[in-house]
T-cell receptor, first 114, second 115 residues
Framework: DTAVSQTPKYLVTQMGNDKSIKCEQN?????MYWYKQDSKKFLKIMFSYNNKELIINETVPNRFSPKSPDKAHLNLHINSLELGDSAVYFC?????????????FGDGTRLSIL | GNSVTQMEGPVTLSEEAFLTINCTYT??????LFWYVQYPGEGLQLLLK?????DKGSNKGFEATYRKETTSFHLEKGSVQVSDSAVYFC??????????????FGKGMKLTVNP
């Protein structure tokens, strides 16, 4: 059983389009996250939600809008895609967002902008 | 601010070689420290963790000890296998009261183990 699943796995689209990435966790965790991994493998947090409430919002363009319909889902919608948005996006979850709780990651969505 | 500095590599080793990946951190308070591993085409997986000074995390033959005096959390394995080929990330999470704590990652180190 997949713990953190995100779809699609690959997303190829053109500049200017709008796209969404979905994430679901079946671990019963309260906190979910979105990370961006660039071509050099550097990982940076984008957003964090705890029980559907936005907790962390790093310096991310407002073209990126997370939505959490319930605590098991955290979707990422991106408007007006740009070349620089090409990256691998990872969803993750943790029990309660506490500092010593490990995070469980999905397999990533590879976004390529043409 | 909080930051993690680790060896970036890439590093290539022969099977059964000894592995050390250095990791040092800067943080206020008493962070929790983690090593995550990313196998090709997959997401990150927790490899081991330590939540207080002098704790040793261990898993799959890997070990790391939380050294507060040197602000380090170096990863070691005595004998690597081909299946250990992956990217390794050191990370910290500040332990502040309340709220969600974000992970701060090092830049990752790609390890290739040849037979």
């Amino acid at each position: 059983d997949t713990a953190v699943s995100q779809t699609p796995k690959y997303l190829v689209t053109q500049m200017g389009n709008d796209k969404s990435i979905k994430c679901e966790q079946n671990l019963g965790h309260d906190t979910m996250y979105w990370y961006k991994q660039d071509s050099k493998k550097f990982l940076k947090i984008m957003f964090s939600y705890n029980n559907k409430e936005l907790i962390i919002n790093e310096t991310v363009p407002n073209r990126f809008s997370p939505k959490s319909p319930d605590k098991a889902h955290l979707n990422l919608h991106i408007n007006s895609l740009e070349l620089g948005d090409s990256a691998v996006y990872f969803c993750a979850s943790s029990q309660d967002g506490g500092g010593n709780q490990p995070q469980h990651f999905g397999d990533g969505t590879r976004l390529s902008i043409l | 601010g909080n930051s993690v500095t680790q060896m970036e590599g890439p590093v290539t080793l022969s099977e059964e070689a000894f592995l050390t990946i250095n990791c040092t951190y800067t943080a206020t308070g008493y962070p929790s420290l983690f090593w995550y591993v990313q196998y090709p085409g997959e997401g990150l997986q927790l490899l081991l963790k330590a939540t207080k000074a002098d704790d040793k995390g261990s898993n799959k033959g890997f070990e790391a000890t939380y050294r507060k005096e040197t602000t380090s959390f170096h990863l070691e394995k005595g004998s690597v296998q081909v299946s250990d080929s992956a990217v390794y990330f050191c990370a910290l999470s500040p332990t502040l009261q309340g709220g969600s704590e974000k992970l701060v990652f090092g830049k990752g180190m790609k390890l290739t183990v040849n037979p």
